[in-house]
């Protein structure tokens, strides 16, 4: 259900609980299966993103990170604020410095990806890619001279094709003071069937069921029994094929776990009842045992033992998938909506104020807006996979407000159309934290298919405009396939 913007919170209240209605699914009678991984071509021979190992002056020297041996010739490893990275650390190269593999890729290469932004406040600096197919006795560039001039992380491609023993060597050539940072570089083996980063069994997404997702109008998730959202989503996705259709489960957001699973990756639904935790072993659904964590529209506070696992398990690796509602949006008449829950996560817990460097605005807006990031055709979320950004539509939903100051990887990605792109009135957008990734919207109906449970009044949003290479490049981002 969507609130008029005039209405107040009272009133909004009483008419949330004159619309509750008991809902029941008609399916097929099946337990649920435990999941199966499909295997998808495995492409990925060297991934190394600099988080391991240590290196913290210029001079040249060998440090060992978690793909192998590099020699680091005036470069470090770097983990200032400044230094732009996704998770602890960057490679930081200056003047002609150069970043050298000292083992080989037996797989040879298709395709080279590279993250590379400016360090700090530095000017813009160029570097290529070279490579070598003895053993490093003598090299051949690939691809041309890339100028790094952005202060976030872009990405680099580079086509090779080139078969048996291959290493590489990034190299810094204006010979500037200059500092780049470079991150996540990527080899995908040679004759693999696609150059999509992935891994042989696919990523894990646990959606949440526990606050509320399905109460009054609200049905956010992605399968349900008789208007139970069980663990394993039934008929089991084991079944699914290309052409499967959405109405294979019953949910709103169906079409978002049935379009993950054609991706080569699992889901899960954290049902009513079940705890969040992290690093609790005796909980099968724990949140290290999945890559993404799914939140659509919370309608109950986080407690402070969720807050501290959600915001621990985004520190050390995982991802957060935010989606807010516009204020006075309280589903189940306790007082708090979506907007309020997500800013009582991140500005009152006991890990970190403000960890992802935005807010949630109580604001309630309506529009398509077409006000994408400019100057930036390589970002992974709006130009992924998937295919390219061109619009976000909203029907009442919230904005956000960044702070850079709180965290220097938070980015804009989409605003309201008549704005300039910067600090506020924003649609969309992610950010880093720790060695994990996030990302927020401030609707659910661009996520909503138009199906679930019967009676619900639901909004089709899912199959318009981009939306769908929107969210499902920002789920792949998140879980670091993209």
């Known amino acids: 259900m969507k609130f008029l913007p005039n209405l107040n919170r009272a009133f909004a209240i009483g008419l949330i609980a004159l619309s509750l209605a008991s809902c029941t699914k008609e399916k097929a009678s099946e337990a649920p299966q435990q999941t199966q991984n499909k295997a998808v071509t495995e492409t990925i021979g060297v991934a190394e993103n600099f988080d391991t190992g240590t290196k913290g002056a210029y001079a040249t020297g060998t440090v060992t990170l ?21 998770g602890a650390q960057a490679a930081r190269v200056r003047n002609s410095g150069k970043l050298t593999m000292n083992f080989n890729n037996p797989n040879g290469a298709s395709t080279v990806t590279i993250s590379h932004a400016k360090f700090g406040s530095d000017g813009s600096s160029a570097w290529q890619l070279w490579y070598s197919t003895n053993n490093g006795s003598t090299y051949t560039q690939t691809g041309g001279t890339v100028t790094t001039s952005g202060s976030t992380l872009q990405t680099a491609s580079f086509t090779l094709n080139v078969q048996g023993n291959i290493r590489f060597e990034i190299r810094k050539t204006d010979g500037s003071s200059n500092r780049i940072d470079f991150d996540d570089f990527t080899i995908n083996n040679y004759g693999s069937s696609d150059t999509t980063i992935v891994t042989p069994k696919g990523k894990r997404f646990l959606f949440d069921a526990t606050k509320a ?3 009054g109008n609200a ?32 949910g709103a957001i169906s079409s978002w776990g049935i379009a993950l699973v054609k991706a080569g990756n699992t889901v899960e639904t954290l049902p009513s009842g079940t705890a969040i935790t992290y690093g609790n072993t005796s909980n099968p659904q724990d949140l290290s045992n999945y890559d993404v964590f799914v ?7 986080f407690t402070a033992a969720e807050k501290t696992a959600i915001l621990n398990f985004v520190k050390n690796g995982g991802g957060l998938f935010m989606i807010s509602d516009h204020t006075i949006s309280d589903r189940n008449n306790d007082g708090y909506d979506s907007p309020d829950i997500w800013n009582d996560l991140m500005s009152n817990n006991s890990v970190q104020t403000n960890p992802f460097g935005f807010s949630i605005d109580l604001t309630n807006i309506t529009e398509t807006s077409s006000n994408v990031l400019t100057g930036n055709s390589t970002n992974p979320i709006l130009h992924g996979s998937q295919g390219n950004v061109t619009q976000l539509d909203f029907h009442n939903g919230a904005t956000v407000t960044i702070d850079p100051s709180a965290n220097g990887t938070v980015q804009g990605l989409i605003w309201q159309g008549s704005y300039t792109q910067g600090n506020t009135h924003i649609m969309s ?31 089709v949003g899912w199959s ?7 969210f499902m490049n920002a789920s792949l981002w998140l879980a670091k396939l993209q």
């Open 213 to 215: 997702e399905t109460a």
């Open 66 to 86: 978690s793909s192998g041996s590099w020699t680091f010739n005036d470069a470090l490893l770097g983990n200032l604020s400044t230094d732009v990275k996704n």
């Open 464 to 470: 318009l405009f981009s939306h769908p290479a929107l």
């Open 295 to 301: 939140v659509d529209e919370p309608n109950i506070l």
């Open 429 to 459: 957008a992610s950010s880093t934290f720790g060695s994990g990734r996030v990302y927020v919207v401030t609707d659910s109906s661009p996520i909503d298919d138009g199906t679930g449970a019967p009676g619900n009044n639901l909004y």
């Open 219 to 250: 049905d956010w998730v992605i399968d349900e029994d008789n208007s139970v959202p069980q663990r394993f989503p039934t008929p089991a996705q084991s079944g699914i094929t290309s052409s499967t259709a959405e109405t294979y489960w019953t």
